[in-house]
């Protein structure tokens, strides 16, 4: 008898920005927080425009749409940064 383990992505269900941090809820409970420097369109914007994001299919990725910005869940829990961040 054999069994698989079935690899499932989280998804968001919920984002906030605070001054430093990119906050975001996964549907399995966990937290995720990363550095708002990963991703300098992010960093730079007002309240505003970070509050104005869109999930996207089903919560798999979050795009905003006021800054060109798209962001994966996969790529959040693999440390992705933006190839627009620079040390």
Same mark, same amino acid.
């Given at each position: 008898?054999?069994? /698989?383990?079935?690899?499932? @992505?989280?998804?968001?269900?919920?984002?906030?920005?605070?001054?430093?941090?990119?906050?975001?809820?996964?549907?399995?409970?966990?937290?995720?927080? !990363?550095?708002?420097?990963?991703?300098?369109?992010?960093?730079?914007?007002?309240?505003?425009?970070?509050a104005?994001?869109? #999930?996207? &299919?089903? &919560?798999?990725? @979050?795009?905003?749409? &006021? #800054?060109?910005?798209? @962001? /994966?869940? #996969?790529?959040? #829990?693999?440390?992705?940064k933006? !190839?627009?961040?620079?040390?």
């Amino acid at each position: 008898m054999s069994s /698989s383990a079935v690899n499932t @992505i989280p998804h968001a269900t919920l984002v906030r920005c605070t001054s430093d941090e990119l906050v975001v809820s996964l549907s399995d409970g966990r937290v995720l927080s !990363v550095p708002l420097a990963w991703f300098p369109r992010l960093a730079h914007a007002k309240p505003e425009k970070l509050a104005d994001f869109e #999930l996207l &299919g089903d &919560g798999e990725g @979050i795009h905003w749409p &006021g #800054l060109d910005e798209d @962001i /994966s869940v #996969l790529g959040l #829990l693999e440390g992705r940064k933006s !190839v627009e961040y620079r040390t």
